[in-house]
């Protein structure tokens, strides 16, 4: 039995039938989707994690906090340990191997016959219905709730995540024929797809390599001044706050508090190791500290005598510990 995917001048036949030994049309379209998503998942799986430092995040707490979702405190520490950032890229990869088998197996009476650039049409609005779904609704319900996630992840970085995956999409109109039995245009736009995806690895991958070894991209700013008084305040304002992180990842009576402070040190800390970074790279010098006016000047930034308050806390730490750590967020 044959099925006509297309109309018009273009339009060709899919044939949906099996010849013996051979999977049906069903089986071959999830097994299909199957391999997209691990193709799909990696890729993105890797582009995050390259990407990542360009932006101004740090990829192991990233991964860190992913994992919070299915691990909960387990995974949370002051550093991000190796198992915690494996969890999360393992829960990060089923997560997106799971929305290609929607798109492909679950959808796939609509979706597994489209042309390349159809699907690549349509994958990317799914790029933005999947995160959507994700960070309001899956993650802060049960049984995946996780406040510290949409916490510690902005929206816009998800939807990153999820187009660098759906990008991939487009190579199913390949995985969907056995061997090289695809239509030869279909053929022609996949090689030049992974030629193009694995070129944005490589580009990426030189461009972490040599970040990595203190050559950033050059700075594109248009007010030096400007930039390097954020960076070097905002080192300072992280600072401070891994100080009174660090005193309550000891003294905080609540557990889930601790777990808080903990992954407050992680990320501030790797958000400033990134300052310096950028500073050495864009500005070829050592950062200057700030001074004591500057300190004072700052929205949020305690005082000494409210950082005494918080190292002589009573018994009663937690209560002081929120109230002044949310004023330093806060900034006032």
């Known amino acids: 039995m044959n099925a006509v995917t297309a109309r018009g001048p273009s339009a060709r036949k899919v044939d949906t039938s099996a010849t013996p030994g051979e999977p049906s049309h069903r089986c071959r379209r999830w097994l299909s989707a199957a391999a997209l998503g691990l193709i799909s998942s990696t890729f993105s799986t890797v582009v995050s994690q390259l990407f990542a430092a360009r932006i101004g995040r740090d990829a192991a707490v990233d991964w860190m906090t992913v994992a919070a979702i299915p691990a909960r405190d387990w995974a949370l520490s002051a550093e991000p340990s190796w198992s915690a950032i494996l969890t999360g890229i393992a829960f990060h990869q089923w997560a ?15 979706t597994a016959d489209l042309r390349p650039l159809t699907i690549l049409a349509l994958a990317l609005p799914w790029a933005v219905f999947s995160s ?3 960070w309001f609704v ?8 996780q406040p510290l996630f949409t916490l510690q992840q902005p929206y816009w970085i998800g939807l990153l995540v999820h187009g660098s995956s759906a990008i991939m999409y487009p190579l199913f109109a390949r995985l ?28 990426l991958g030189t ?7 203190g050559y950033e991209l050059p700075w ?30 000891e003294r905080a009576q609540d557990p889930h508090l601790r777990k808080l402070a903990m992954l407050m040190i992680a990320s501030q800390a790797g958000e400033n190791r990134i300052f310096e970074n950028w500073w050495l790279s864009w500005f070829d010098t050592e ?10 000047a700052m929205p949020g930034f305690l005082t000494e005598a409210e950082m005494r308050q918080i190292k002589s806390a009573p018994v009663e730490f937690d209560p002081v510990f929120v109230e002044l750590m949310s004023k330093h967020h806060r900034g006032r």
């Open 287 to 296: 950062m200057p500290d700030c001074s004591k006016e500057e300190r004072t």
């Open 138 to 145: 899956l993650v802060p319900l049960l049984p995946f709730w």
């Open 96 to 110: 997106d191997f799971s929305w290609a088998l929607v798109f492909f197996g679950v959808l796939g009476r609509w």
């Open 220 to 249: 594109v700013g248009r007010a030096k001044d400007a930039d390097q008084t954020y960076i070097r305040h905002m080192s300072a304002h992280h600072a401070q706050g891994i100080e009174l992180a660090q005193i309550a990842a």
């Open 132 to 134: 959507a779904m994700e």
């Open 176 to 203: 969907r024929w056995n061997g090289d039995h695809a239509p030869a245009q279909d053929l022609r736009f996949t090689d030049g797809w992974i030629t193009g995806g694995v070129m944005t690895i490589v580009v």
């Open 207 to 213: 461009v972490a390599l040599f970040g990595g070894l």
